[in-house]
Nanobody
Framework: QVQLVESGGGWVQAGGSLKLPCAVS??????????LAWFRQAPGKEREGAATLDSDGSTRYADSVKGRFTISKDNAKNTLYLDMNSLESGDTAMYYCAARGPKWYVRGCALADEYNYWGRGIQVTVSS
């Protein structure tokens, strides 16, 4: 069982930056054996994947955030991050961290894959 808790959301002006932490806990297989990801859902729109971080350290980004967002993990703190820069009003959404795995049961770490563990989400509002 993986538990994920997002924090750090809020309001920011367009062009600004925000870094979202997600505390990840898992006591059977270890967090390092999971694919981790950030998703977002804007009002009236479907949820979309923003970025993924595989157990081997490889990353994937949606075209809409590539070059502006960075996904990373602090292994000592078991915390996943989404560093968001050059924010636009279109980035306004609920942001969710998610996990998929463990890797020997569930392969792949793509934005379109199914994720079996989810946080509750945190709101990010970008004001133009």
């Amino acid at each position: 069982q993986v538990q994920l808790v997002e924090s750090g959301g809020g309001w920011v002006q367009a062009g600004g930056s925000l870094k979202l932490p997600c505390a990840v806990s898992e006591y059977r297989y270890g967090v390092s054996n999971y694919c981790l990801a950030w998703f977002r859902q804007a009002p009236g729109k479907e949820r979309e994947g923003a970025a993924t971080l595989d157990s081997d350290g490889s990353t994937r980004y949606a075209d809409s955030v590539k070059g502006r967002f960075t996904i990373s993990k602090d292994n000592a703190k078991n915390t996943l991050y989404l560093d968001m820069n050059s924010l636009e009003s279109g980035d306004t959404a609920m942001y969710y961290c998610a996990a998929r795995g463990p890797k020997w049961y569930v392969r792949g770490c793509a934005l379109a894959d199914e994720y079996n563990y989810w946080g509750r989400g945190i709101q990010v509002t970008v004001s133009s």
